[in-house]
């Protein structure tokens, strides 16, 4: 899948002008390598070079990176001319190479215009990895990650206090990815590469939701966990912008300085400097099909199953969480950017991601709840749990509120997730504080009970703690946590992958993750697979979380069009396991 050969290679190409598909041949190493090949624009034979991947992971983490520095460059007026002082920029380092043997080093130039990041993303071509994260905050009142940087004059001597709205890669300029469960060990690769003094150098990337489950060909690309490091970052700040280029090299990992920065030269030749503001609303794209796993006849089956297991005076399962997923298929192939900027303006107060390995699918959502959040010693988590719709006036919002604070059924259900999330937080904290500690909370189209959970760490290394003791919640899993996975291994026929899984980024001094949900995977010529799921507890009913499973994917399947075109012949097909 990945390994750790990384250096590049003079392939040769032929190119079958009827099919445009491309034959690589090279040599290898000992070692495996990932790669991804450049689109071919020749009739006949070409030679061009295949980018190799370096995977952090295959590297020592007791061994220190030689350097991690940023460096913030004189700001410009546009983004066309933040890549005119970043190519002058690589040419003045390749005639000044530094001496080290490894390192990861940050060059950014700001931006005087504030453009969205999304907006930049959407501009670039989609044949090279990319990833996109955006800070749950509402955009009338901002509230972002607060991190000190360097925008000035260009020698670092002016600082200001900027909130980070979101950020936009392509390339990778290191990588992180296996096969095997996410480890301690995968965790330190990661930190290698970060530094507190170097805030905005992050990896981006999701944790699949069972690690132990067998990978399906339609996340295969993504292994067990990944995450990357972009070679060329866009970040839109509240007032401002910034573009940076990374450049990370380990010559223990046969990755030297020379072949990092020929890499981030092949992925600059793609980057597209100009960014046209698009129309964030429904794409009208006719849907010629909706197919589920299960379809309703089976979930009904799957729920009455969950409750017998509840309820069963030898079962100590208290609740299990059951997801469905919906193959979308529509008359063109779906642009996962475009997706995901309608997504931001159907869910301000949410995360929006993006995670696209090389060759492989984008994983896309807007969701509302967050794992954890890290910075120092101070970390928060939250409890949502329950779900009802808003409602057409204030008053009936207002009455729908209550029925959901006064539900016996959902209430068991929330406090299950919130004193399971309390538990994990006490076992690393000093103190952890609940507040408030039942609301709901209102998002666009449905609301949710809701807690907020803080605490202080004992030590900076209990992150990786508490990411591999939180997840999965109870929110996405089930409670006892390995009954409930067991019982969903048993019964759902189709792999999660990295839905209901933590998807965010690790920095030095701070890291935040979301939970994968409200997600969907969208595949080229495939359409895409829109994922949701339901808490099943003592008093469910299986009618009723087939309709909540609809309201959780009305947010994505709203932005296209719902309607068969009379003209087709395409049925709507439920598969049937």
């Known amino acids: 899948m990945a390994g750790a050969v990384v250096r590049h290679y003079l392939t040769t190409c032929f190119m079958d002008s009827e099919t445009t598909k491309c034959k690589i041949s090279y040599s290898l190493h000992s070692h495996t390598r990932s790669t991804y090949s450049l689109p071919l624009f020749h009739n006949k034979y070409e030679t061009r070079r295949v980018v190799a991947l370096m995977n952090g992971c295959e590297g020592d ?5 030689g350097s991690i520095e940023t460096r913030t460059l004189t700001a410009v007026p546009s983004p066309s001319k933040a890549m005119e002082t970043l190519n002058v920029a690589i040419r003045e380092l390749k005639c000044n190479p530094p001496p080290l043997t490894s390192g990861i080093l940050r060059l950014q130039v700001p931006i005087e215009e504030q453009i969205e990041a999304i907006e930049w993303l959407h501009a670039q071509h989609d044949n090279l990895p990319r990833c996109f994260f955006s800070g749950r905050r509402s955009r009338a009142n901002g509230n972002g990650s607060n991190l000190l940087m360097d925008i000035g004059n260009g020698n670092g001597d002016t600082s200001f206090t900027h909130n980070l709205v979101g950020a936009a890669g392509v390339g990778s300029a290191v990588f992180f990815q296996q096969l095997h469960p996410f480890s301690y060990h995968d965790w330190r690769s990661i930190k290698r590469f970060l530094s507190a003094k170097c805030p905005l150098i992050r990896a981006y990337g999701a944790i699949r939701f069972d690690a132990t489950a067998n990978i399906s060909p339609e996340w295969k690309a993504f292994g067990s966990f990944y995450f990357m490091v972009p070679q060329v970052e866009f970040d839109e700040l509240e007032g401002s912008s910034m573009v940076a280029i990374t450049i990370a090299w380990d010559n223990a990992l046969s990755w030297t300085w020379d072949e990092a920065i020929h890499s981030l030269e092949t992925t600059l030749q793609q980057i597209a400097s100009v960014v046209v503001k698009s129309k964030k609303e429904a794409s009208g794209e006719p849907i010629l099909s909706k197919t589920h796993v299960p379809n309703k006849t089976h979930w009904d089956l799957a729920v009455k199953k969950a409750l017998q297991e509840i309820n069963a005076s030898s079962s100590k399962l208290v609740k299990v969480v059951l997801a469905r997923s919906s193959r979308i298929l529509t008359a063109t192939n779906i642009d996962p950017i475009a997706w995901l900027a309608c997504l931001q303006v159907e869910g301000e107060d949410a995360y929006q991601f993006c995670l696209q390995p090389p060759n492989g699918p984008a994983f896309v959502g807007n969701t509302p709840e967050r794992l954890f959040h890290r910075k120092w010693l101070s970390i928060s988590s ?28 959902d209430h068991l259900e929330f406090t299950v997730v919130r004193e399971n999330i309390q538990n994990k937080l006490e076992s690393v904290c000093d103190r952890v504080v609940v507040e408030p500690k039942k609301t709901v909370r209102k998002l666009r189209r449905i609301q949710h009970l809701y807690a907020q959970l803080s605490g202080n760490l004992r030590r900076e290394d209990d992150e990786f703690e508490i990411l591999s003791s939180l997840h999965p919640t109870p929110a996405v899993c089930g409670l006892p946590r390995e009954a409930a996975r067991l019982f969903i291994s048993e019964t759902e026929m189709f792999d999660r992958g990295m839905y209901a899984g933590p998807v965010g980024w690790f920095g030095g001094g701070e890291s935040e993750f979301a939970v994968g949900i409200r997600s969907a995977l969208v595949e080229k010529d495939s359409g895409a697979l829109v994922y949701a799921g339901t808490g099943i507890v003592e008093g469910s009913n299986p009618s009723s979380e087939w309709d909540e499973l609809e309201l959780k994917t009305s947010q994505c399947t709203k932005l296209l069009q719902l309607e068969v075109p009379k003209q087709s012949k395409v049925e709507n097909l439920e598969i049937i396991y």
């Open 61 to 65: 983490p007791r061994l220190p990176i």
């Open 382 to 409: 939250e409890a949502l749990a329950a779900t009802r719709a808003r409602g057409e006036s204030s008053d009936l919002d207002l009455q729908i509120e209550h029925d959901l604070l006064s539900s016996p059924k």
